[in-house]
């Protein structure tokens, strides 16, 4: 039986339209500029991101180039849609119908706030996979950063394209998730956990106060999502780079600015902390630097067997020390 909680996703989606402001303002012709740069730059890192991770090009897929209202709304359809998939039913009782509102305005206003920094995302989950680009926060981002804009936009492209060819990879991959997520929802899995035992330091520290709130079966399940997040941030993380020479000018200036918007304090890192952010700024250091170590030892081409079957995924770990894995999966796949 799973406790996978109830939402109204029409308070979702109405709270999260009414709570975001729209962005950078910008005339028509700009608009219409970056539209088309950002469309060129997404086509473009394609091939470039195939190169760079020795993966096969993906097929072409929608790419949505969005503001904000956009993305909040493509954001609760895909939440629906993977909580519909793990076993979301319908509230029934006056008391689930009210917990359900309450959840839609929690995770609407969530949304709202996510939409102003969020700059692309890949969504596996809708009926045709897309890429979604929020082009005011990408022209709000390089001019905050002083960039130059369309170098910019391609490596944010570069980033976002590589998550596109890593679920063509790893056709299983959405599922995969899927069922970690039913998993974590699971209120009765306390017999599931296994040898893996209770959850690591890093993950409780990155799963916050929630943590206290989970079981420890599932904790070894948030354990095994952070550890496949973290390698596909890191993954992207590093082949925007390796992807970058001849398309990105300035990327160390790009990289550097990055990094200071990533970790700028003040209200904004107070409410990424809040809603579990910071656990996705830590899901690209470890995973990046997870990703740099196999392919120093083994290349590329190893490191692609991560995403080859669910058994070859790294654990939380086999990430922190890169070598029990390429010592693990040497011998499964020998």
């Not at 020795?54 to 993305?71: D, E, F, M, Y």
């Not at 359809?77 to 909580?83: F, G, K």
């Not at 970690?180 to 993950?203: E, I, R």
């Not at 079957?309 to 390429?326: G, N």
Request: a neutral charge; charged letters at 20%.
């Amino acid at each position: 039986m799973t406790a996978v909680p109830c939402v109204d996703w029409q308070v979702a989606a109405a709270t999260g339209g009414l709570l975001v402001p729209p962005g950078i303002d910008l005339d028509r012709a700009a608009v219409g500029a970056a539209v088309d740069d950002l469309r060129a730059c997404a086509e473009r890192a394609v091939t470039a991101v195939a190169v760079a991770a020795k993966l096969p090009a993906p097929p072409s897929a929608q790419v949505w180039i969005v503001g904000r209202a956009t993305w909040v709304r493509a954001a609760t359809d895909m939440a629906r849609a993977m909580l519909t998939a793990v076993g979301q039913q319908p509230p029934v009782a006056l008391g689930e119908k009210v917990g359900a509102r309450l959840a839609g305005l929690q995770l609407g206003s969530a949304f709202a706030f996510v939409a102003t920094r969020i700059l692309g995302q890949f969504d596996p989950y809708s009926a045709t996979p897309r890429l979604l680009l929020v082009a005011p926060n990408i022209v709000a981002a390089e001019r905050a950063m002083g960039v130059e804009p369309h170098g910019f936009r391609q490596w944010v492209c570069l980033h976002e394209q590589t998550h596109r060819a890593q679920f063509h990879a790893a056709p299983w991959l959405p599922e995969h998730l899927l069922g970690l997520m039913a998993q974590l929802f699971d209120a009765n899995d306390d017999a599931d956990a296994g040898a893996s035992g209770h959850a690591s330091p890093p993950a409780r520290t990155a799963a916050g106060p929630a943590a206290r709130l989970m079981s420890p079966a599932q904790l070894t399940t948030f354990d095994r999502i952070t550890a496949v997040m973290s390698l596909l941030e890191g993954h992207a993380e590093v082949m925007m780079d390796r992807a970058a020479p001849g398309l990105v000018p300035q990327i160390d200036r790009l990289r550097a600015s990055m990094e200071q918007r990533r970790d700028a304090a003040g209200p904004m890192q107070l409410l990424s902390r809040l809603l579990g952010l910071r656990a996705k700024r830590e899901q690209y250091l470890h995973g990046a630097t997870f990703c740099r170590a196999v392919i120093d030892r083994a290349g590329p081409a190893t490191l692609n067997l991560a995403l080859a079957a669910p058994h070859l995924l790294p654990d939380l770990p086999e990430l922190y020390e890169p070598q029990r894995w390429l010592g693990r999966v040497s011998q499964q796949v020998a």
